[in-house]
């Protein structure tokens, strides 16, 4: 229907990085689906809409949408939905500086991929783990989310999803001043990301590169990458920032006609409260399935199921596991 080819047409849009039009397209599936009383089309929408405002750093917008995606998808056990929507918010976590609640979301949609067998969302799922642990400066579990991220990328054909987790664990190397093994991650990240385009991840593998080479005391090999960086970031904060203005634009003017016309309340009041139930329901029983209620820590329950997914996650990916047990 006429929704969901809005809906495509907004996707596609957004991965052509054309933020302003796939926000105008994307809103009007939203409210096309609304009026159609289709709930599944919505929530694929609340998703994409989300997604789009998570791109843009507007988290005050995101959240609502991606939230209320996460409702009618457990309203409507949409596994897949499910996911997308809790490693979307897993990054909005980690972009509020809530990294213990991204972590949580993070893992949860990593179950539910694996579940269903989506790779694909596996491999956003375990960068936005990486990336929530990087930021808790926890360096081991950083690492392991990332290699897992270009492992599962390398395996489903995305070269591009490959060079920024090698980025990402370059940098994470050189952090720990680890500079040959920084160096040697950088260099495959730059190598795949020329091959594959991307002025982006070509610019931060120059920018982590000079600092590389500024630690190890190459001063001139260090200023050639800088300079590099300086030139390409450049042209991608310009094309961006015209993007970000536009976007900034329809937001508002959307929002206004939102304000004078009410089109973007739920439907009722009864669907509200129901979604506020069930959330908080499903708080408690998870609350008490996984914590012990005197010291509030996993119970031996949930550490028993952390200790199988561990070793179902070692062979998945046939990577050595180790475990420690101390009386």
């Known amino acids: 229907g006429k929704a969901g080819a809005l809906g495509g047409l907004g996707a596609c849009y957004m991965l052509m990085a054309a933020y302003p039009e796939a926000l105008q397209q994307l809103l009007r599936a939203l409210i096309l689906y609304r009026e159609l009383e289709d709930m599944s089309g919505e929530a694929a929408a609340l998703k994409d809409v989300g997604h789009l405002y998570l791109l843009l750093e507007d988290l005050p917008r995101a959240f609502p949408h991606l939230e209320q995606c996460l409702d009618l998808a457990g309203i409507l056990r949409d596994k897949r939905l499910q996911a997308d929507a809790r490693a979307k918010l897993c990054d909005a976590y980690r972009l509020a500086g809530q990294n213990q609640l991204a972590v949580q979301y993070g893992l949860r949609s990593v179950e539910l991929y694996q579940e269903i067998g989506y790779h694909g969302g596996e491999v956003e ?65 730059l190598e795949i990301a020329t091959e594959s385009g991307s002025q982006r991840v070509v610019s931060e593998c120059h920018r982590e590169l000079a600092e590389a080479y500024k630690k190890s005391g190459d001063a001139v090999k260090a200023l050639m990458h800088f300079e590099l960086f300086f030139e390409l970031n450049q042209s991608v904060f310009d094309e961006e920032s015209d993007r970000r203005l536009k976007t900034i634009e329809i937001a508002h003017q959307v929002e206004t006609a939102r304000k004078d016309s009410e089109i973007h309340q739920l439907r009722n009041v009864q669907l509200q409260q129901e979604i506020e139930e069930r959330k908080k329901a499903q708080a408690a029983l998870e609350l008490l399935a996984t914590q012990d209620g005197l010291t509030g820590i996993s119970n031996r329950r949930h550490v028993l199921e952390l200790g199988s997914r561990a070793f179902e996650q070692a062979q998945r990916y046939r990577r050595p596991l180790t475990a420690i047990m101390l009386d």
């Open 125 to 189: 799922a375990f960068n936005s783990l990486g990336e929530a642990y990087l930021a808790m400066e926890n360096y081991p579990q950083a690492h392991n989310f990332l290699q897992l991220t270009a492992e599962v990328s390398e395996s489903i054909g995305r070269p591009l999803e490959v060079a920024r987790a090698q980025r990402k664990i370059g940098a994470l190397y050189l952090r720990q001043n680890q500079l040959d093994s920084a160096f040697s991650h950088l260099y495959r990240a």
